[in-house]
């Protein structure tokens, strides 16, 4: 008898490097925006380390008009084009701001940081492929 074997992944190593480098695209947005904001006096706070990370957006920044941004940060050590996903949450915030909401997708080319920006309507419309479903067998008693 021929014995399939399949992978085994180490989902423990895994996330411990997306958080890692979850945390670089956090610190290399925040030094982004800061810079930004040196023409109108205002700084971007990360308010995942700050007021945790279930508010659906990682740093509250400021818009050269002085109104309220908020950024979810999203980042990959691959290509711009690597799929990544948004929790519910996440798309309720978009929903909840709007325009005011943005995406800030980091990637590595060449080794260094790049970012790509998604707001508002456009991130309602990149969320066409739903990846899970909550299944919730007490709801259906």
Do not use: M
Not at 118 to 123: A, I, L, P, S
């Amino acid at each position: 008898a021929v014995l399939e074997k399949g992978n085994t992944t180490d989902y423990e190593k895994a996330q411990k490097e997306k958080a890692k480098i979850g945390l670089l695209g956090e610190e290399v947005v925040i030094q982004h925006e800061n810079e930004r904001l040196l023409k109108i006096g205002k700084k971007a706070e990360l308010v995942s380390k700050t007021k945790g990370d279930g508010l659906g957006y990682d740093v509250l920044s400021y818009n050269d008009d002085g109104s309220k941004r908020y950024i979810e940060v999203k980042s990959t050590n691959s290509s711009e084009r690597t799929t990544f996903y948004i929790t519910a949450t996440e798309l309720a915030a978009c929903k909840k701001y709007g325009e005011a909401y943005y995406i800030y997708r980091l990637y590595k080319e060449n080794g260094e940081w790049q970012i790509s920006y998604y707001q508002g309507k456009e991130v309602e419309a990149l969320c066409n492929c739903p990846y899970q479903y909550a299944v919730a067998p007490e709801s259906q008693k």
